[in-house]
């Protein structure tokens, strides 16, 4: 049974995409199904999603969902946390992922990987999510695939992680959580900056002004779902069909058509991922 799911928003003029997702973590949060939350999504115009795995089950997990639904594309990843608690395992996690990323056509981004220093803080810990790091922009070059980069409070080793391994050729930073300034450092290395529900939060100026840089051929919109639920249905649980709450407000904000905003965000979903295979 669904937990206290808020109503389905206005559908959206035009076909977009939830650029960011985890439609197992939702099932597991809320009671809404893959295929249920897969079929709300299409309902109100969020085509195509962005599945995304934390750790190796969830990252198989995420290919096989993409597998099973043409409108889902899959990354796989270990998360900088896990990266972090898993010790002396950490060789054998990253072993196992390595596998998988070049296991299906269905995967299309490696990720999220980065760095979180709000839940990892000691020295060791961030020297196993640096190590994990740079595996996975390996991954991605030689798969020539997208990165989905995970920055909390590690704006400036994120960049220097990226500056000594290698800018790679496409990459998200994921649910950007940075001001201004630190968009420009991220767009002046080629970065797509993806924004979240946590845009349209009162307090979050310093985001909006974010967006406000973003140029629109490097703008993607997320759920970071069943988190980080929008306004106005803050702090109840979130899914991918509540993503035309954030891309209203983004489209507004902008002094854009929303039609028209929607096939951007298409367009720049498909630039950094690839076409889905069942749309082109």
Known sequence: MSRDLPAAPEPLPAPTTDAHTHLLSTSEFSGLTVADAVARAAAVGVTRLVEVGCDVPSSASA????????????C???HPNDAARAGAALGAELDALAA?????????????????????????????????????LAWAREHDLAIVIHDRDAHADVLDVLDVEGVPERFMMHCFSGDAGFA????????WLSFPGTVTFKPNQALREAFDITPDDRLL????????????????????????????????????????FCALLDANASALFGEWGHDG
Do not use: M, W
Not at 184 to 191: E, H, K, T, W
């Open 76 to 78: 796989v990843a270990l």
């Open 100 to 136: 998988l990323v070049g296991s299906s056509e269905r995967v299309r981004g490696v990720g999220e990987t980065g760095l979180d220093y709000y839940r990892t803080r000691d020295d060791e810990g961030k020297r196993r999510q640096r190590e994990s790091f740079a595996a996975h």
């Open 63 to 74: 290919i096989a969902i993409a597998e099973a639904h043409p409108g889902v594309i899959a």
């Open 184 to 191: 420009r450092q991220c767009l002046d290395r080629g970065a």
């Open 221 to 260: 919109v997320e759920t970071d779902a069943p988190y980080l639920t929008p306004v106005p249905l803050r702090g109840k649980p979130n899914a991918s069909y509540l993503l035309p709450h954030t891309v209203r407000f983004l489209a507004q904000r902008r002094g854009a058509d929303l039609a028209e």
